[in-house]
């Protein structure tokens, strides 16, 4: 990721039989992160232009009923290889978030980097990395399935 120090980044990696554009489908349709995000529970909307830079998808989080609002802003959008976000889960926090698909000839790589930016997480680094893995690891599965069952 650039312009982070790596102590501050969780990374987490896995690989796909779908092609990079396959899983940049997911990663392109808004209506998807609720699918495959760990604690989307509903997308609300999403701008027209996503996943342009600049764009805003707009979404709640956590469980029933203590439901919240908040929006995810593309940064950077590299189509079919890299998406930058930075995603808002306030009150409890906010990350940068930046997916990069990779071929590897028979499929895909796919590395998902996080930096906290926000919240609680940014206190206690250590809490809040290990959750980030757990959640990272969880999100990044169910993208690569989502893509895997769109590509059949």
Known sequence: ??????????RVQDRTTASVEQVWS??????????W????????GADAAWPGAGAQLHHRFGPWP???RDNTTVLECEPPNRLVLEAGA????????????????SGATVELCE????GLGVRWPRLGHTVQRL???SSLTALLALAERRAR
Do not use: K
């Not at 990721?1 to 969780?10: I, L, W």
């Not at 392109?28 to 609720?34: E, K, L, Q």
């Not at 995000?37 to 609300?44: D, N, S």
């Open 37 to 44: 995000v760990c604690g989307t529970a509903e997308i609300e």
């Open 115 to 118: 930096q906290l930016t926000a």
């Open 1 to 10: 990721m650039s312009g982070m120090r790596s102590a501050d980044v969780v």
């Open 90 to 105: 306030r009150p409890f926090g906010a990350v940068r978030a930046e997916l990069q698909m990779t071929s590897d000839g």
């Open 26 to 35: 997911c990663v392109a349709d808004p209506y998807s992160y609720a699918d």
């Open 66 to 68: 203590l439901r919240f």
């Open 135 to 137: 959640r990272n690891r």
